[in-house]
């Protein structure tokens, strides 16, 4: 993503043509959600991309959620979940 601009409390960057994101600073928290989640449109092509880069997958065997292939269903859509190098969930959803 190219970065677009950075102050003391936030930094942003252009995703795609007409998006960007922007994080915000803040000193390091344990959470047990997900904290971002980026929208696909071919999931299975995206955990396959990923798991290739050496991404490792959460995978749920009981409870609300139950991944199979690392996706799970949700409603009409569908998630799959991560964790980046500092513990951070975050999350792929298409639908």
């Given at each position: 993503?190219?970065?677009?601009?950075?102050?003391?409390?936030?930094?942003?960057?252009?995703?795609?043509?007409?998006?960007?994101?922007?994080?915000?600073?803040?000193?390091?928290?344990?959470?047990?959600?997900?904290?971002?989640?980026?929208e696909?449109?071919?999931?299975?092509?995206?955990?396959?991309?990923?798991?290739?880069?050496?991404?490792?997958?959460?995978?749920?065997?009981q409870?609300?959620?139950?991944?199979?292939?690392?996706?799970?269903?949700?409603?009409?859509?569908?998630?799959?979940?991560?964790?980046?190098?500092?513990?951070?969930?975050l999350?792929?959803?298409?639908?």
């Amino acid at each position: 993503m190219p970065f677009l601009w950075e102050t003391p409390v936030a930094v942003r960057f252009r995703c795609g043509e007409v998006s960007e994101l922007s994080t915000f600073q803040r000193p390091p928290i344990v959470t047990e959600h997900t904290l971002a989640h980026f929208e696909v449109t071919d999931i299975e092509a995206a955990v396959h991309d990923l798991e290739a880069k050496g991404v490792t997958f959460i995978d749920y065997a009981q409870g609300p959620l139950m991944t199979t292939g690392h996706i799970a269903q949700l409603g009409p859509a569908r998630g799959a979940w991560f964790r980046d190098p500092d513990g951070n969930t975050l999350g792929l959803r298409q639908g």
